[in-house]
């Protein structure tokens, strides 16, 4: 009898602690920004090679010798958006870097801008302006009214990621980069 009760007791006071869990828990995991660095650990690439990379088209730029990784759902032909992320893989260094790849058909962008408040320089961008462009961008991805735009010279405004399944897929490729250097 006393045993039949403490068992009740322990089932409830573990349900109600999941749910507690579950209903504080965030929506999207908080980004480490004061650890932004390019350093790959050997855990984190483990990882990204045997649960991730299945979800990547790979190719290898043999010149560099690095890998670079477009998530495959954004490779169709149906799916047609002027800028996506790309993961650059360094193997030889254990880094990895995040660049913005820009359809160059569609337009020659100048500046990105998030929300109308934020605006980058992506004319001249290195790996570190990549990587905290990167960053504000994910940062922005809980806002669910977020817009993002490329700009060019003479004023033309091309929106970008502005469907929910676009932003998705923009929020995996970020998630599985920031993941990898270890920032998540």
Same mark, same amino acid.
């Given at each position: ?16 602690? $999941?749910?507690?869990? !579950? &209903? ?22 483990? /990882?990204?090679?045997?649960? +991730? ?7 290898? +730029?043999?010149? $560099? #010798? @690095? ?9 169709? *032909? ?5 800028? #996506? ?10 880094? *990895? /870097? ?9 337009? %020659?962008?100048?500046?990105? &801008?998030?929300? *109308? ?11 570190? =302006?990549? #990587? @905290? %462009? ?13 817009? @993002?735009? %490329?700009?060019? =010279? ?5 929106? &970008? ?11 995996? &490729?970020? #998630?599985? @980069?920031?993941?990898? !250097?270890?920032?998540?």
């Amino acid at each position: 009898m006393k045993s039949g009760f403490l068992k009740t007791a322990f089932f409830l006071f573990f349900a109600i602690m $999941a749910l507690v869990m !579950v &209903v504080n828990a965030p929506a999207q995991k908080s980004l480490k920004s004061d650890h932004l660095d390019f350093l790959v650990l050997e855990s984190d690439a483990l /990882y990204f090679r045997n649960l +991730r990379q299945f979800y990547y088209s790979k190719t290898t +730029r043999n010149d $560099a #010798q @690095y890998e670079l990784f477009r998530l495959k759902s954004t490779s169709d *032909a149906d799916y047609r958006n002027p800028a #996506q992320f790309v993961i650059v893989n360094n193997w030889r260094n254990d880094m *990895a /870097y995040i660049m913005l790849s820009i359809d160059s058909a569609l337009m %020659l962008p100048d500046r990105f &801008v998030i929300a *109308a408040t934020d605006t980058f320089d992506i004319s001249a961008m290195n790996m570190e =302006d990549q #990587q @905290y %462009l990167a960053s504000r961008v994910y940062s922005s991805l809980s806002d669910d009214e977020a817009s @993002y735009a %490329l700009v060019s =010279d003479q004023n033309k405004i091309v929106d &970008v990621w502005a469907t929910k399944e676009a932003k998705k897929h923009l929020k995996i &490729v970020l #998630q599985d @980069y920031f993941k990898l !250097v270890g920032a998540l």
